[in-house]
């Protein structure tokens, strides 16, 4: 590879070439091959994942979402970014946004432009030869976690397990999935409460599978019997006047958390100016990418409410550092499985927090293709 800044003083301002995209299936390691949440079952996770070339280098960005991702960022995506200015991934975003515009912005339209502007990101970051956070205007230099996972399919045993060994790993506050079978979930709450000890935050995620008098009825028993502190998603996500209600009349010291599903700023904003959150979440793979997940936290800054990071931890690591109203970062059992597979590069949590390194630059990573190609749905192996 090229040193870093060498085809930057050659050439001046600097062209992306062209993207490339790529998609990997990677199977769960659930019971009988699934997971489950409040209202979802699944059996596979699929990174969708972008690379910008310019020259020597490679940016690389990815998302979380349905391979069909992969076609529309090739034929929508790539011909809007091509020949861009890498210095300008700001310019590129608001190119790629007007350019889908009758294609759908919300959704996968925004996961497949966050995949893009993540890569073009790297991209500027690897041709200046500094790691991403430090091209951001970070504030700081690591990201508290919290363990995430807990599903509900799991055991009690494998439940216990997974959340107990977060807690070993000086990690001071996990969360588990509840309320597809609320009859259940005093039991596992119980098990998790005794293996996490009383010192531990513990956090719960409904995935919106309560109506607004379900949730007020588990908000109080979760803090009461279990001192939960963070009930995300109790009700629908686009329920915001249920959100507020769960806000306003829950136990004082439960937070009530939503916002992984936002995709454009207006979703944000609706959940903001309805007082709907105690802490919004954001999803930098969905968002807009870095360039949108600025524009959400200078949105929380402005609110005097905090950002949680949800998921993609490799990604979230940098990208947060430049949030004012940081709160912490989901560190996802799937998620983390995925970019160990995928990616040569990843930081593991130390003492409760996740430092983007510093002697790499951009984000640091670098694709194990050898080990990912088993996994393909979607692209072609370079070379």
């Not at 040193?3 to 990677?26: I, K, N, Y």
């Not at 190119?95 to 294609?103: E, G, K, L, T, V």
């Not at 990201?143 to 070993?168: A, C, K, M």
């Amino acid at each position: 590879m090229a040193a870093p800044g060498r085809h930057v003083a050659a050439s001046g301002r600097v062209a992306v070439d062209e993207l490339t995209v790529h998609a990997f299936q990677v199977p769960t390691d659930g019971p009988d091959g699934a997971e489950e949440d409040g209202t979802l079952r699944w059996e596979a996770t699929t990174a969708v994942v972008v690379e910008a070339h310019a020259g020597p280098f490679t940016g690389t960005g990815y998302t979380y979402g349905d391979e069909s991702l992969a076609g529309f960022i090739a034929a929508k995506l790539a011909p809007v970014v091509r020949g861009g200015d890498v210095f300008a991934p700001a310019a590129l975003w608001h190119r790629m946004f007007a350019a889908i515009r009758n294609a759908g912005r919300p959704g996968p339209g925004a996961m497949a432009v966050s995949a893009v502007d993540i890569a073009l990101w790297d991209l500027k970051a690897r041709l200046l030869g500094l790691p991403l956070y430090q091209l951001l205007p970070a504030l700081h230099d690591e990201v508290p976690v919290y363990g995430s996972g807990g599903f509900t399919n799991y055991s009690i045993g494998r439940l216990t397990e997974q959340l107990s060994d977060w807690v070993r790993e000086c990690i001071p506050r996990v969360k588990l999935k509840i309320s597809r079978h609320p009859d259940r979930d005093p039991a596992r709450l119980a098990a998790v409460r005794e293996a996490v000890g009383p010192g531990t935050e513990l956090y719960t995620d409904a995935n919106g599978a309560l109506n607004r008098k379900e949730a007020l009825y588990w908000a109080r028993r979760l803090a009461e019997e279990w001192d939960v502190r963070w009930l995300e998603e109790p009700v629908s996500s686009d329920d915001t006047p249920g959100l507020r209600l769960l806000r306003d009349q829950g136990p004082g010291r439960l937070e009530i958390a939503a916002g992984e599903y936002g995709f454009v700023l207006g979703d944000f904003t609706a959940l903001l100016e309805a007082g709907a959150v105690d802490c919004l979440q954001a999803d930098v793979t969905r968002c807009g990418g870095i360039t949108g997940l600025l524009q959400v936290a200078g949105l929380t800054a402005a609110h005097r409410v905090d950002l949680s990071a949800h998921c993609a931890p490799a990604v979230s690591a940098h990208a947060f550092c430049a949030v004012e109203r940081l709160r912490h970062l989901e560190y996802f059992h799937d998620h983390v499985r995925v970019e160990e597979l995928l990616f040569d590069g990843i930081q593991r949590p130390v003492d409760g927090v996740l430092r983007p390194a510093r002697d790499r630059p951009g984000l640091g990573l670098e694709v194990r293709w050898t080990d990912a190609e088993p996994y393909r749905v979607h692209g072609h192996r370079p070379g």
